[in-house]
């Protein structure tokens, strides 16, 4: 007996109460939300079987709430709650059946707030299989019309609670592995229960893709779901091309002017430390451009402190200041090991021209003393000291940092995206054999 299309209404045959009819002609089975009495809709509603009633699952889609997807007017014409069990933990998730009398019937699923939208893939696809997976050294994946479908995960659930019109005969306790399969925007559900073999094409459902269904005002999901896009900013391409130029063009500024090593203001000079102190005069022609001092010792595994002063061309000290020169090496478990530099350098700007005069001394020195971890090769007081000062040198690191900086906003939506794309294969149960 096929069903009547002019039915609106029926009795449970089994309890008696009142159940709307609000799917198509290919209901085969209407659960009785009240008794759970699985009814056969293709026989004049006998009772085939007590399918037992627990809590109705929470979600604030009902069974009657009319909605559009799409553009598409469906009604929500039965629930069904589903668990999985694995290793002492346990997921539900709501999958409420809708019915369109244009469009037929779908799936709209609610899991931790996020609602995604089912259908049943009839194009040709290979059959992903849990041998597939089980055999793959490398992440399986199949292609479905121009989209590459990776594979996610495996799971295995079971129904534990029913109610409303259904296309097929849900029963309590039959387990249904699914093998899902993911692209950059849709999932394949490749779902076996029993003997029955059926794909499934899921996409993610945003707030503005859904009107209706009796959603309450402010619902919102928790966490990424696994299909979920990220809502780029309008202007995130520009930002991305305008920040990396912008740092690519001031690292060619900075390393130009960093070549750019001015003109010697002073012949090298080499002192041995027991001259020290000594007092350098040196001509300075560019002002207001930068004057490099740069000092380097010959110590080993030994540290100095040596102590600067410079005077203007008035006679005026202009600042005093100090650098440390520290080189150390040796050997340890891990192969040779070098830490700190025999050279030091301070910079500034000249407020006049003419000579000025720069006076060195070295205040303190000392060795180090390594640890048993650590050998260190033998240690050596610093002897020799050689300097060089350089007047209109440019330096590049201002424009340096600020390519940094420029770098790091127009990497900005890069991370953003990566990030995103982690926590969408989060919960993938695939491991790469390279993780191990």
């Known amino acids: 007996m096929s069903l009547n299309p002019e039915l609106k209404t029926i009795n449970c045959?089994?309890?008696?109460?009142?159940?709307?009819?609000?799917?198509?002609?290919?209901?085969?089975?209407?659960?009785?939300?009240?008794?759970?009495?699985?009814?056969?809709?293709?026989?004049?509603?006998?009772?085939?079987?007590?399918?037992?009633?627990?809590?109705?699952?929470?979600?604030?889609?009902?069974?009657g709430a009319?909605?559009?997807?799409?553009?598409?007017?469906?009604?929500?014409?039965?629930?069904?709650?589903?668990e999985e069990v694995w290793r002492g933990r346990s997921w539900k998730w709501v999958d409420h059946q809708i019915f369109s009398p244009t469009h037929g019937y779908a799936w709209l699923t609610l899991e931790d707030g996020h609602l995604t939208f089912s259908r049943r893939y009839r194009k040709p696809v290979d059959w992903l299989s849990k041998t597939i997976v089980n055999r793959a050294d490398t992440r399986p994946q199949v292609r479905a019309g121009q989209e590459v479908f990776?594979?996610?995960?495996?799971?295995?659930?079971?129904?534990?609670?029913?109610?409303?019109?259904?296309?097929?005969?849900?029963?309590?306790?039959?387990?249904?592995?699914?093998?899902?399969?993911?692209?950059?925007?849709?999932?394949?559900?490749?779902?076996?229960?029993?003997?029955?073999?059926?794909?499934?094409?899921?996409?993610?459902?945003?707030?503005?893709?859904?009107?209706?269904?009796?959603?309450?005002?402010?619902?919102?999901?928790?966490?990424?779901?696994?299909l979920k896009t990220m809502k780029a900013s309008a202007n995130a391409g520009f930002l991305t091309l305008a920040g990396l130029g912008s740092m690519?063009?001031?690292?060619?500024?900075?390393?130009?002017?960093?070549?750019?090593?001015?003109?010697?203001?002073?012949?090298?000079q080499r002192f041995s430390v027991t001259e020290l102190p000594v007092t350098v005069p040196f001509e300075v022609r560019q002002i207001g451009r930068l004057t490099r001092i740069d000092l380097q010792g010959n110590g080993r595994n030994s540290w100095h402190y040596l102590s600067v002063e410079l005077e203007d061309p008035e006679g005026e000290v202009l600042f005093e200041s100090g650098r440390t020169v520290e080189y150390y090496n040796g050997r340890d478990d891990e192969?040779?090991?070098?830490?700190?530099?025999?050279?030091?350098?301070?910079?500034?700007?000249?407020?006049?021209?003419?000579t000025y005069s720069l006076t060195l001394d070295l205040e303190e020195s000392g060795y180090w003393a390594p640890n048993v971890n650590r050998a260190a090769s033998p240690q050596r007081q610093m002897s020799l000291m050689d300097l060089h000062i350089r007047n209109g040198v440019s330096s590049g690191f201002w424009l340096l940092l600020l390519g940094l900086a420029f770098g790091c906003i127009g990497g900005l939506p890069m991370v953003r995206r990566y990030l995103h794309n982690r926590a969408r294969w989060r919960d993938s149960d695939w491991v790469d054999e390279d993780d191990d």
């Open 13 to 63: 045959t089994a309890c008696g109460a009142g159940l709307d009819i609000l799917g198509g002609g290919r209901v085969t089975t209407h659960i009785c939300g009240y008794c759970g009495t699985a009814l056969d809709a293709l026989d004049s509603y006998k009772a085939l079987v007590k399918f037992n009633i627990l809590d109705r699952p929470e979600t604030p889609i009902q069974i």
């Open 66 to 82: 009319a909605g559009q997807i799409y553009g598409v007017t469906y009604t929500v014409i039965g629930l069904l709650e589903h």
């Open 150 to 226: 990776k594979y996610y995960d495996t799971s295995t659930s079971s129904v534990t609670y029913a109610e409303g019109e259904f296309t097929w005969a849900p029963r309590k306790g039959v387990k249904t592995t699914t093998i899902t399969a993911m692209s950059d925007r849709a999932m394949l559900g490749f779902s076996t229960t029993n003997r029955e073999r059926e794909i499934y094409h899921t996409v993610y459902l945003e707030p503005a893709r859904i009107v209706g269904f009796d959603l309450p005002v402010g619902f919102k999901p928790r966490g990424v779901h696994a």
């Open 248 to 268: 690519v063009l001031c690292m060619i500024l900075g390393m130009a002017l960093s070549l750019q090593n001015g003109q010697r203001a002073e012949t090298r």
């Open 335 to 354: 192969g040779s090991w070098s830490e700190g530099s025999n050279k030091a350098s301070l910079a500034f700007f000249p407020p006049m021209a003419g």
